[in-house]
């Protein structure tokens, strides 16, 4: 049975992807599966998941395979990622929603501790935080993914603070 505490707004943290993807990834030109990334010019408005923002036109981008459940299971999905080529990686987001990363209805997956998919749903952004707040009062619930509906790459990571 899930039991459900008293959820709160200020109890969530987004996560960019790791800095040490991103790292190995720019030094190597090669994703985790060892195939060649693609550096390129965006052209404007691309997910870069380690900024938690768009991209600007003209910034330089690496689009590289990413797998954003790390145990080996039917839920361990590989897709394509944007990661910028430059950038530092700003701190995790907490208990907001980074301003225009997510701007339009996207996927959120809850998984429990083995990385398996508990529950999901379609959120619209000005719903994000209570949703998130919602999953994350569950005690079957270890993490969330958000995922950008249209194409259901990896958007973001979020966790309890």
């Given amino acids: ?4 505490a008293s959820p709160t707004l200020s109890s969530f943290a987004i996560t960019p992807i790791s800095a040490a993807f991103v790292t190995r990834v720019r030094t ?40 954003a459940v790390a145990l080996p299971s039917p839920f361990a999905e590989i897709g394509p990622v944007y990661v910028s080529a430059d950038a530092p990686a700003p ?8 301003s225009g990363y997510f701007n339009r209805i996207f996927a959120l997956r809850a998984y429990d ?31 969330l993914h958000a995922r950008f509906a249209g194409h259901g790459c990896f958007a973001a990571r979020i966790e309890r603070s």
Avoid: H, N, W
Wanted: net charge negative.
């Fill in 28 to 67: 190597t030109l090669r994703d985790d599966f060892g195939r060649a990334v693609a550096v390129t010019t965006a052209a404007g408005g691309e997910p870069m998941r380690d900024q938690l923002r768009r991209a600007a036109p003209g910034e330089r981008l690496i689009l590289c395979s990413y797998q």
């Fill in 113 to 143: 501790r083995f990385d398996r998919i508990v529950d999901s749903t379609l959120v619209e952004p000005v719903a994000a935080a209570a949703k998130f707040a919602e999953f994350l009062a569950r005690d079957d619930v270890a993490y």
């Fill in 1 to 4: 049975m899930t039991t459900l």
């Fill in 91 to 98: 701190a995790p987001f907490r208990s907001e929603l980074p």
